[in-house]
């Protein structure tokens, strides 16, 4: 079937630390690959996403490179900083309408 | 800034009883999308809605699920008779074509007694 795992949280981290959200996905076909992110208060948002196999996908100083050979599509920030601190969603789709995401990995960022 | 507005943001129901939650998506958007997620579980899909019908659905959506777009305006989402296991975080959507970037609403909570 179709799934994504990714690592349980919540993570937390001191502000400028490296950030690593680790996501690995089971798939019966080719399928595009996404992060979205959760703010406090607010709904789910695309972050980054990658179509297919070795492409990054990169956004708000956020990277993740679709590996198809791990299956894997791990979430990094070089630098993270307190505005940062939100829940993160790994996905996975094939048609862009039906999607299946993880459970979600929270992430503090402390000042 | 447009975004995905949901009612309520928490009901508390009895078993058996009828619920409906209410989702007004970003205005000129297409497609339109309930997903929920149970406490410490995925984000699951429930249905999708194109052109007022239901483009795909899940096997969660039973019979006991609904999707109306009554106004042109709301999108709802109806369960006929709510039971324990449908206790979770409901999440309304919307996107503008199949672009693989959905508006998300801040969800419903709903609690069955």
């Known amino acids: 079937g179709n799934s994504v795992t990714q690592m349980e949280g919540p993570v937390t981290l001191s502000e400028e630390a490296f950030l690593t959200i680790n996501c690995t996905y089971t798939?019966?076909?080719?399928?595009?690959l996404f992060w979205y992110v959760q703010y406090p208060g607010e709904g789910l948002q695309l972050l980054l996403k990658?179509?297919?196999?070795?492409d990054k996908g990169s956004n708000k100083g956020f990277e993740a490179t679709y590996r198809k050979e791990t299956t894997s599509f791990h979430l990094e920030k070089g630098s993270v900083q307190v505005s940062d601190s939100a829940v993160y969603f790994c996905?996975?789709?094939?048609?862009?309408?039906?999607?299946?995401f993880g459970s979600g990995t929270k992430l503090n960022v402390k000042p | 800034e447009p975004e995905v507005t949901q009612t309520p943001s928490h009901q508390v129901t009895q078993m058996g009883q009828e619920v409906i939650l209410r989702c007004v998506p970003i205005?000129?958007?297409?497609?339109f999308y309930w997903y929920r997620q149970i406490l410490g579980q995925k984000v699951e899909f429930l249905v999708s809605?194109?052109?007022?019908?239901?483009?795909?659905k899940s096997e969660i959506f039973d019979d006991q699920f609904s999707v109306e777009r009554p106004d042109g305006s709301n999108f709802t989402l109806k369960i006929r008779s709510t039971k324990l296991e449908d206790s979770a975080m409901y999440f309304c959507?919307?996107?503008?074509?199949?672009?693989?970037?959905?508006?998300f609403g801040e969800g419903s909570r709903l609690t069955v007694l």
């Open positions: 996905a996975l789709s094939y048609n862009f309408n039906k999607f299946y």
């Open positions: 990658a179509t297919k196999a070795d």
């Open positions: 809605f194109y052109n007022n019908e239901i483009s795909e």
């Open positions: 798939a019966t076909g080719y399928p595009s």
């Open positions: 205005s000129n958007h297409l497609y």
């Open positions: 959507a919307s996107s503008e074509g199949h672009t693989g970037e959905l508006f």
